[in-house]
């Protein structure tokens, strides 16, 4: 936009804004999903994309290009719902696989732009994206709403057909409505005894996903992800890249398309613990060799150095590290670890702070490169990702091939985490003891 920008503040201001009002697009999304539903959401969702694209299409000054920026981040907040819809209507044996689809076609848009904006004129780019929120509202109304949603507003006939829909199969489905009415019937319960609904909110299998899903993300921008995911060009150019800004950001696409569609692989195959710890591990590697090429060689010009290349591999090979689990998981399991009673708001809430955690994380990167040299940044990415490891083994729990109601309860009582409930004796055991190999055998 070189001729509506006439400083770098004024472009650094609108970039901000499609981050600032991501948080408020989630807590929208949040209170839609309960009261009109899951489909609802996502077409509604669709909206502000097109607005706020058109806007931008047509602005002639800044003020109009910050406003169409803010309608757009307030559409990409609403979008967290899709984890939601995902899990609601996916059998347990593809949920992980049909969830982290949504950063491969991430990925996907965004290497879709950088190379349109590379070829074309950026006001040419803005129009393909409004009419990509019209193909999207179009298609949403042809598929069907959760039956979860259905049966916890009573509407047990329209969740029985949905699922018959859904599944192809009436014994299926049969079965599946049979544990959906079971957990809203077991929630019924507790609101009785509770004698209040706003008591739902501190049970234990609120609360405990809650602070899961708060230590997971924490730790997730600890990592340092989304710095060197936006910050990818001055992280090369600091390294002593001389590539071109655009080619670098179209590489940088490449590779995270590449990598998604590897992760979603991944979280098929393996459970959700062990991606994370993986994950984990090797962003601790190439952060940690990262920190100690850059500490060793300080002082030292970057092409007078001795394998140059280490510092560009090591983040090359930590955002592949990431998007194997790290960068999905935590986004993925919003939509399974909550209770149906309160799973669309507290998803949309759980979004809320995760956007406000990268937008404070993606602003403070600034005071660290101006206060801290790069390799005691680095030194911090890798500790935060080898905390990851541990919260990973002893404190996340393991989702993958269940059920949302066995997940449900795997919090209920006094339960750690990482033990489910036996449903036929209600003892708990060991999680390992009903996914004998972690590892997807």
Not at 157 to 164: C, D, G, R, T
Not at 232 to 253: E, H, P, R, T
Not at 336 to 356: K, T, W
Request: hydrophobic share 50%; glycine share 8%.
């Amino acid at each position: 936009f070189p001729f509506l920008f006439t400083n770098n503040l004024h472009f650094r201001f609108s970039a901000s804004l499609g981050v600032i009002s991501n948080p408020l697009g989630a807590l929208l999304s949040g209170t839609i999903m309960e009261v009109w539903g899951r489909k609802t959401t996502l077409q509604v969702a669709s909206i502000p994309f097109f607005f706020g694209w058109l806007l931008m299409a047509f602005a002639d000054d800044v003020l109009q290009l910050c406003i169409g920026r803010f309608i757009t981040g307030v559409a990409i907040g609403m979008g967290s719902s899709t984890y939601v819809y995902v899990s609601e209507i996916s059998l347990p044996a593809y949920r992980g696989l049909f969830a982290s689809l949504g950063p491969v076609f991430v990925s996907l848009g965004v290497l879709f732009v950088y190379y349109a904006g590379y070829m074309l004129h950026w006001q040419i780019v803005c129009y393909f994206c409004a009419a990509t929120a019209c193909i999207s509202f179009i298609i949403v109304t042809f598929m069907p709403e959760t039956p979860a949603w259905y049966a916890s507003k009573g509407l047990v006939v329209k969740s029985s057909a949905s699922l018959n829909w859904l599944r192809n199969s009436s014994a299926i489905a049969n079965a599946e409505i049979a544990d959906i009415l079971q957990s809203i019937s077991e929630r019924e319960d507790d609101k009785k005894s509770c004698g209040q609904t706003l008591r739902e909110f501190i049970q234990p299998t609120v609360w405990k996903p809650f602070f899961t899903l708060c230590g997971f993300f924490i730790l997730q921008q600890g990592s340092g992800m989304y710095i060197i995911l936006y910050y990818a060009v001055n992280f090369f150019q600091l390294l002593g890249s001389s590539m071109d800004a655009w080619k670098a950001s179209i590489s940088m696409a490449v590779m995270r398309l590449v990598m998604s569609v590897i992760g979603s692989i991944f979280i098929q195959n393996f459970g959700r613990k062990s991606l994370a710890i993986i994950s984990g591990l090797g962003m601790a590697v190439a952060m940690g060799l990262c920190g100690f090429y850059e500490h060793y060689y300080y002082g030292v010009p970057v092409l007078e150095r001795p394998n140059s290349w280490v510092p560009f591999l090591c983040i090359l090979l930590n955002v592949c590290a990431s998007m194997l689990g790290t960068l999905q998981l935590p986004w993925i399991m919003t939509g399974e670890l909550f209770p149906l009673s309160v799973r669309g708001f507290m998803q949309g809430f759980m979004s809320c702070m995760a956007y406000v955690l990268i937008f404070i994380t993606v602003k403070t990167y600034p005071f660290l490169s101006t206060h801290f040299h790069i390799s005691d940044i680095m030194y911090m990415f890798a500790a935060s990702s080898t905390l990851t490891i541990f919260f990973a083994f002893f404190i996340l729990p393991e989702t993958r091939g269940k059920t949302l109601l066995e997940i449900e309860r795997t919090f209920q009582g006094n339960n750690l985490p990482f033990t489910s409930i036996d449903q036929e004796k209600g003892e708990t055991k060991p999680t390992k003891e009903k996914d004998k190999d972690d590892f997807g055998s």
